[in-house]
């Protein structure tokens, strides 16, 4: 199995998708240095002064996604695209809070380009990620819960070979076990859009992340793609 793929019933309904991928090894994570807090914090300024008074369902990135999600039966103002929760959050509370350094530097892109983006660990991902749809009986766990659920039928999952849920509702909410931390060292990032330009966004996007992980990560291996419908898999 690739390391990533788009199931075909995926990208017969959602065509337009584009996903960028960044595989790297050997890197080092931890907390975040003054260097990239410090380009965190001027991002959040540079995007809360451009996106002004304008709704985030008019920001072409975001309003595709609230498409696809509407295209899976979620209602996207209750469950909100990873990019959407994190740019409504800044533009609510002013700023958002250090958590470490790689997932600074996601949300750093993330906010900036305004797509999802997520860093899994790769050696927490059994086989694998497919993006297909939810039969109902695979598992998940939530991060900051100690409990096990069930996605719904129809709703778009990162599954591994095990029947693991990787992230539930697309790019809503990435599970506990795939989350980086302190000891990983192989990492698989992702950066997705749907709106038209995506292709171009997202590699700007992929851009802005190789070059953050080179700065900060330390990678000693760094490989990337864009995926499409005409190609949809990652090795």
């Known amino acids: 199995m690739p390391l990533f793929r788009y199931d075909p019933p995926i990208v017969e309904r959602f065509p337009g998708i584009v996903g960028g991928m960044i595989r790297a090894g050997g890197v080092r994570n931890g907390s975040t240095p003054p260097a990239l807090a410090e380009a965190f914090d001027a ?7 451009r996106i002004g008074a304008t709704p985030l369902s008019e920001l072409p990135s975001l309003a595709a996604w609230r498409r696809a999600f509407r295209g899976f039966g979620v209602d996207p103002t209750q469950y909100r695209s ?19 350094m790689l997932v600074d530097l996601a949300n750093l892109v993330s906010i ?27 598992r998940w766990s939530d991060l900051g819960s100690s409990t096990t659920e069930r996605p719904e039928h129809g709703e778009v999952i990162f599954a591994d070979e ?11 909410r990435q599970s506990a076990g795939s989350a980086a931390g302190e ?21 700007r996007a992929l851009d ?5 992980l080179r ?12 995926l499409s419908a005409a190609d949809p898999a990652f090795d």
């Open 82 to 100: 990873a990019a959407e929760g994190l740019i409504r959050r800044l533009t609510k509370q002013g700023e958002l809070p250090r958590i470490g």
């Open 215 to 226: 700065a900060h990560a330390a990678p000693r291996t760094i490989r990337r793609a864009v």
């Open 208 to 212: 802005d992340l190789e070059q953050l």
């Open 112 to 138: 900036r380009h305004a797509l999802p983006v997520a860093v899994f660990d790769v050696e927490a991902i059994g086989g694998g990620i497919l993006v297909r749809f939810a039969r109902g009986d695979e």
């Open 183 to 203: 000891t990983t060292t192989e990492i698989l990032v992702t950066v997705e859009g749907h709106h038209e330009g995506a292709a171009a966004d997202v590699t």
């Open 43 to 49: 991002a959040q300024a540079e995007v809360i002064a």
């Open 162 to 172: 095990a029947d693991e849920v990787v992230a539930r509702r697309w790019c809503w």
